[in-house]
């Protein structure tokens, strides 16, 4: 089991940034391909970006160049680094944990963006 837990969310302007982290316990990410999804209101779920165990990135094509997730298997740790934000990045921010057949998703952390 691993148990991810979100912070770093808030009310933020357009054109300003935020630094999202998610801590998981319970077991190391080490092997873990770890991402952020997001929500906004009356949306599906969708991939922001995620990161294998070795580093490779993958990013929403919407979303390359201001968005950047980054891990600290050290610290068991995920961020995503969002820059200029906009409006339409209003949205529940969602950590994820996939290895093999397992998934395990945060509560979420909400981000709000006023113009």
């Known amino acids: 089991q691993v148990q991810l837990v979100e912070s770093g969310g808030g009310l933020v302007q357009a054109g300003d940034s935020l630094r999202l982290s998610c801590v998981a316990s319970?077991?190391?990410?080490?092997?873990?391909?770890m991402g952020w999804y997001r929500q906004a209101p009356g949306k599906q779920r969708e991939l922001v970006a995620n990161?294998?165990?070795?580093?490779?990135?993958n990013y929403a094509d919407a979303l390359k160049g201001r968005f950047t997730i980054s891990r600290d298997n050290f610290k068991n740790t995920v961020f995503l680094q969002m820059n200029s934000l906009k409006p339409e990045d209003t949205a529940v921010y969602y950590c994820?944990?996939?290895?093999?057949?397992?998934?395990?998703w945060g509560q979420g952390t909400p981000v709000t963006v006023s113009s």
């Open positions: 990161i294998t165990p070795n580093g490779n990135t």
């Open positions: 994820n944990a996939q290895r093999r057949a397992y998934t395990y």
């Open positions: 319970g077991s190391s990410i080490s092997l873990y391909v």
